[in-house]
């Protein structure tokens, strides 16, 4: 079963981070490291004694399409009241709503064990979260005051409707419409699917933010509005009314995350109230619903990208447990009795540190891109530069952590032997559930595109450099900590830090000349040698944190293993980023 490590977040939330610097400098207002502790050590008592225990049962039972109601597996009811009960949907929301303002890393701490328990319940919380924060940046007051309050309790959940049968990523064909009516409401007709949680019997109302397009709006993304559309009208009193007119379809039946209601959902069809139209209120301005919805989608990616970090946590904890017990063979070396465990075999370790490197790697990007978030709201004068940082790490946060997320649960599987491809195991349902995440909230080839083509030109190129330029300064320590675990550690460092400066810096200048497309055959390729490389230099970091106090012996040897194996592929990936757009448009023949 799992177990939240609280002790890991922390270090990584504090000395790797930042999150201690910025506490000491009064950047996170009346926050300090005791409360971080006991809110930590609460979320994951919840999550290993309420939540873990009912993940299998959601997976087997799956969320339920009953007489035109969505019912929750067993259990899960009343397990999102008492996580609501706890506070826990409010922790950055605001105070004025009922919110505890806290920081953001805080909440994406939390994000990673509420995912490490179940990917699929944490879903219902996380897309509540966006719709908090796009309403409480772009809506009205009268809207503000109408639905945060029960937002911000849990007691009403959000969802984010996007996507169209026709549309996939392509947001400007959306065909969904509304109608303007004098009253300075809007009724909203159409239909619109992967919609999660989009019905469910948790909550007393879902608050759905639909975009949708005005008849007299501009085409593509310029003519796309966004509205909040309630499952349950509000009266003036602030009591539910009467159920407006949207409604579940159906059920997508998936992979994984089973638990987690995924609708079609239709809007207008005059199923319910007097008239055809689901009443909506326009969230932000006309027509620039699409700028209003990527708050939510900013918030969403991150989110995405912890629960890549939190399926590689509890798929690492799973194969470590099971290489420890399970007994086969005589590892080289083995002078015990009988059987060796896996464990003590080679390649079952290479693997298991394999997993606990990008763990934690991961990790380090995620917290790291909270960190920059929460400064960009705090840090006065360098809000630009913490923006910019923030901008930046974002899509390699989703796309970094969501890919290794896949990986360590294969990995997983492949450590369990056989075993791991029997759904009784428990590691099968990792690999399900993550293959999701490189997927939603902009595929990780789209995160790539926007890294290469906003993010990587940000100030000119100076974002990236002056990143660089401190990834530097971590390698620079490692050498000059003369501390014989790091191996040639500094060394690989090095060299995968030059492979990043010259990758970045062919991108930047091809951008420069106008070859977009070649710039975007490495795209990809690019993301993670980034990712690669903020792993390195992230575990030595930590590494180096520890070592003054005799307690780091651990964290150097995995920065060792890291630096002198995984990043051994930084090379092939410079090479792909500058190299490889010839060859990708000589093989385009074989697509015809």
Not at 17 to 25: F, H, L, V, W, Y
Not at 212 to 219: C, G, I, M, N
Not at 425 to 436: E, H, K, N, S
Not at 448 to 467: E, P
Request: charged residues 20%; contains cysteine; negative net charge.
């Amino acid at each position: 079963m799992y177990q939240a490590p609280v002790e890991e977040i922390a270090f990584t939330l504090k000395h790797v981070a930042g999150m201690r610097e910025a506490i000491s400098e009064g950047l996170l207002g009346d926050l300090n490291e005791d409360l971080v502790d006991a809110i930590l050590a609460e979320a994951g008592r919840f999550t290993t004694e309420e939540v873990a225990p009912l993940a299998d049962i959601g997976d087997r039972q799956g969320a339920r399409l009953e007489g035109g109601e969505v019912r929750l597996p067993d259990g899960w009811r009343d397990l999102y009241r008492n996580w609501i009960a706890g506070g826990w949907n409010g922790l950055t929301a605001p105070e004025a709503f009922g919110g505890q303002a806290l920081p953001h890393m805080l909440n994406v701490a939390a994000l990673e064990m509420w995912n490490s328990g179940s990917m699929a319940f944490a879903l219902a919380p996380t897309l509540t979260m966006g719709a908090i924060e796009a309403v409480s940046t772009h809506g009205s007051a009268a809207l503000k005051e109408t639905y945060l309050e029960k937002m911000v309790s849990g007691e009403w959940t959000g969802t984010m409707n996007l996507t169209e049968p026709h549309a996939g990523s392509d947001l400007g064909v959306l065909k969904a419409r509304v109608e303007r009516r004098a009253d300075g409401s809007y009724r909203l007709f159409g239909q619109k699917i992967f919609i999660t949680w989009g019905e469910h019997d948790a909550a007393d109302n879902i608050i759905h933010l639909v975009l949708a397009r005005l008849p007299d709006a501009p085409a593509g993304t310029r003519g796309i509005s966004l509205f909040l559309v309630p499952k349950f009208l509000v009266n003036d009193d602030g009591s539910l009314g009467a159920r407006n007119d949207l409604f579940c379809h159906s059920l997508e039946h998936k992979l994984g995350i089973h638990g987690s209601p995924t609708c079609t959902m239709i809007y207008g069809d005059g199923r319910f109230g007097d008239e055809k139209g689901a009443v909506g209120w326009l969230v932000g301005e006309e027509n620039k619903g699409l700028a209003c919805m990527f708050t939510m989608m900013n918030n969403a990616r991150l989110a995405v990208g912890m629960q890549g970090v939190a399926i590689c946590e509890a798929a690492t904890q799973k194969a470590v447990a099971y290489a420890k017990e399970r007994t086969q063979g005589k590892a080289p070396g083995w002078s015990g009795a009988g059987m060796s465990p896996i464990v003590e075999h080679p390649d079952v370790a290479r693997m298991l540190l394999t997993m606990k490197a990008l763990t934690q790697g991961a990790r380090a990007i995620s917290y790291a891109c909270a960190h920059a978030i929460d400064m960009s709201h705090r840090a006065g004068d360098s809000n630009r530069h913490w923006q910019e940082r923030a901008a930046l790490l974002t899509p390699i946060a989703k796309s970094f952590s969501t890919d290794a997320g896949v990986d360590v649960a294969s990995l997983g599987i492949q450590v369990h032997g056989g075993m791991g491809f029997i759904e009784e195991t428990g590691a099968a349902r990792y690999l399900r559930d993550a293959r999701i995440a490189p997927i939603y909230e902009g595929t990780n080839g789209i995160q790539a595109i926007d890294l290469v083509t906003r993010k990587l030109t940000l100030s000119g190129g100076d974002q990236v450099r002056g990143f660089i330029a401190e990834l530097k300064e971590i390698a620079d320590s490692v050498r000059r900590s003369n501390l014989d675990g790091f191996g040639e550690a500094a060394v690989r460092l090095d060299a995968a830090i030059s492979d990043l400066e010259a990758a970045s810096g062919w991108l930047l200048q091809t951008l420069a000349d106008n070859r977009a497309a070649e710039a975007l055959s490495g795209a990809t390729p690019y993301q993670r040698l980034f990712g690669l490389v903020l792993t390195g230099c992230y575990l030595a970091k930590g590494a180096l944190a520890e070592s003054g106090d005799g307690r780091g012996e651990g964290r150097i040897a995995l920065c060792r293993f890291a630096a002198e194996n995984l990043l051994a592929e930084t090379a092939a990936l410079r090479d792909q980023v500058v190299n490889g757009a010839a060859s990708l448009a000589a093989a385009r023949i074989l697509l015809a």
